[in-house]
C-alpha cells in the first residue's frame, strides 16, 4: 500500500470506531454482519487465497465452534472466553485431520473441496442426532440484559458486539498482512501458483499446507463462537448447511481472492446490496424466495465475467491505493 491507501484506512477505521455513535440499530446490525462475513471471509482466504486449497465446507468449523461454545455455555456455566480454547482446537484437530487425508493421499483440486463438504454434511447430520446439544430443535443461549455489559460472559448491547467483530476483523486484517509477508506467506504463494514447483524448490508443501488449514480452521471457529453469542440460537440444519460456507466464500471470491481488502469490499457489496434489495422488496409488499441467492448468483456471474481477479484489485488501482504492481 501506498501513502494514499494508509491515510485511507487510518479514516476507514476511525469512521467504524465511531459509527455505533451515529447509527441506529439496523444500521448497527448490518455493520455488525458485514464486519463478521469480512473476519470469516480473511479466514477462509488464508486456505485458498494464499495456499490455493478450496474449502467447500468451511460452515464445519463456524458449527462445530459455535456449538462447543455454547454447550459449555448452557449446560456448564462456562463463559466464552474459556470455551474458545476448546472450540479452536476442536476444529483445528478437525480441519488437520481433514488435511491429512487429503494430502497425505494425493487429494486436491475439486476432489479436496469435496471432501470438505463431506466432512461439513457429516457432522452436521451427527448434531442433528446429539441430545446433549439440542438436536434438529436446536440450541438456545439465554438472552440477558441487554442495557449492561457483561464482559465474562459476551452479553451486552448491540454496540458491544459490533466493537467486537470490530477488533476481530482488524486483527484477521493485521495477521494476513503479516502473513502475507512472511516466510509462510511465500511459500503458500509458491504452492499456489505450482505445487510441483514448489516441491522441486525443496518446499515442504505437506506441512505448510496443514499450517494454512490450521490458521484457517481457528479462525473460522473464532467466528463461530461470536455468532453463538450473537445471534443466541443454533441449529444444525442452519449453521452447518453448505449455503453458510458459500455466503464466507462469495466475499472473497467477488471482492478478489488471495487480496487482503477483498474479503472485506466483498463483505460490504454482498451484504449491502443484498440487504438492501430485501428490505425494497419488502417496502413495495413484494416478496421472493430465495431472492438473496438469485442476487448472489448474478453478482458472481457479472465479476467472473468482467472482473475475474475480483472488485478490489481493479478499484485500488483505479484509485491509486497500491503500486503499479501490487493489488493486496
Known amino acids: 500500500m501506498n501513502r494514499r491507501a494508509l491515510v485511507s484506512l487510518l479514516i476507514l477505521g476511525v469512521a467504524l470506531l465511531l459509527l455505533p455513535l451515529f447509527a441506529n440499530s439496523y444500521l448497527l446490525s448490518v455493520a455488525t454482519l458485514i464486519l463478521f462475513f469480512a473476519f470469516a471471509g480473511q479466514a477462509w482466504n488464508v486456505m485458498m487465497g494464499f495456499c490455493g486449497q478450496l474449502s467447500l465446507g468451511h460452515s464445519l468449523y463456524v458449527g462445530v465452534g459455535a456449538y462447543v461454545a455454547a454447550g459449555l455455555f448452557v449446560h456448564l456455566g462456562i463463559g466464552p472466553w474459556a470455551g474458545v480454547w476448546l472450540a479452536v482446537a476442536l476444529c483445528v484437530a478437525l480441519g488437520c485431520t481433514i488435511g491429512f ?5 494425493g487429494i486436491s483440486g475439486v476432489y479436496f473441496a469435496l471432501l470438505t463438504i463431506a466432512f461439513a ?9 446429539l441430545q446433549w446439544t439440542g438436536g434438529p430443535g436446536g440450541l438456545f443461549l439465554k438472552v440477558a440484559q441487554r442495557d449492561t455489559i457483561d464482559i465474562a460472559n459476551f452479553r451486552g448491547p448491540p454496540a458491544m458486539y459490533y466493537y467486537a467483530i470490530l477488533a476481530l476483523a482488524a486483527g484477521a486484517l493485521a495477521l494476513c498482512s503479516w502473513l502475507l509477508k512472511s516466510r509462510a506467506g511465500f511459500y503458500w504463494q509458491a504452492i499456489r501458483e505450482n505445487e510441483e514447483a514448489a516441491q522441486a524448490l525443496g ?3 505437506f506441512r505448510w499446507k496443514m499450517l494454512a488449514v490450521a490458521i484457517s480452521s481457528a479462525m473460522t471457529a473464532v467466528a463461530g463462537v461470536f455468532y453463538a453469542f450473537y445471534y443466541n440460537n443454533l441449529f444444525p440444519e442452519q449453521i452447518f448447511h453448505i449455503s453458510r460456507s458459500i455466503e464466507i ?5 467477488i471482492g478478489g481472492v488471495g487480496t487482503l481488502f477483498g474479503p472485506i469490499l466483498g463483505a460490504v457489496v454482498l451484504t449491502v446490496l443484498a440487504d438492501g434489495i430485501t428490505e425494497l422488496l419488502a417496502a413495495v409488499g413484494v416478496e421472493v424466495p430465495g431472492i438473496k441467492q438469485v442476487f448472489y448468483g448474478i453478482v458472481l456471474l457479472m465479476v467472473i465475467m468482467f472482473l475475474p481477479n475480483g472488485i478490489w484489485p481493479t478499484l485500488a488501482r483505479k484509485l491509486g491505493l497500491v503500486h503499479a504492481e501490487g493489488g493486496k
Open 101 to 105: 487425508l487429503a494430502f497425505r493421499f
Open 203 to 205: 518446499i515442504n508443501t
Open 249 to 253: 466464500i462469495l466475499g472473497p471470491i
Open 121 to 129: 454434511e457429516f457432522t452436521r447430520i451427527g448434531f442433528d442426532h
